[in-house]
């Protein structure tokens, strides 16, 4: 069993930048892939970004260039820099945990946490 603890959410202005974490607990076998979904009200959960224990990422193209998947094995918490946010990038962010990659994404979530990007 894993257990993901989100924080970092809230209300931003466009062009403005949040940092989320998510802090994971048990099994850290099950925590190898580490990345943020996120789904907007009326749309499928989509990706956002994922990385390796190895640190190895990939991002969605939405969010290329703008937001920073990271990752601190010794304190097992996986962070996400969104800078210059939209307000497209409205959304629940979900952290999700796995012990290999997998599409559609299988393994524990988080219980998400509110990203509003608005003026």
């Known amino acids: 069993q894993v257990q993901l603890v989100e924080s970092g959410g809230g209300l931003v202005q466009p062009g403005g930048s949040l940092r989320l974490s998510c802090a994971a607990s048990?099994?850290?076998?099950?925590?190898?892939?580490m990345g943020w979904y996120r789904q907007a009200p009326g749309k499928q959960r989509e990706l956002v970004a994922v990385i390796t224990r190895g640190s190895s990422a990939n991002y969605a193209d939405s969010v290329k260039g703008r937001f920073t998947i990271s990752r601190d094995n010794n304190k097992n918490t996986v962070y996400l820099q969104m800078n210059s946010l939209k307000p497209e990038d409205t959304a629940v962010y979900f952290c999700?945990?796995?012990?290999?990659?997998?599409?559609?994404?299988?393994?524990?979530w988080g219980q998400g946490t509110q990203v509003n990007v608005s003026s």
């Open positions: 999700n945990a796995d012990a290999y990659w997998r599409s559609p994404p299988g393994g524990y």
């Open positions: 048990g099994n850290i076998f099950s925590t190898n892939v």
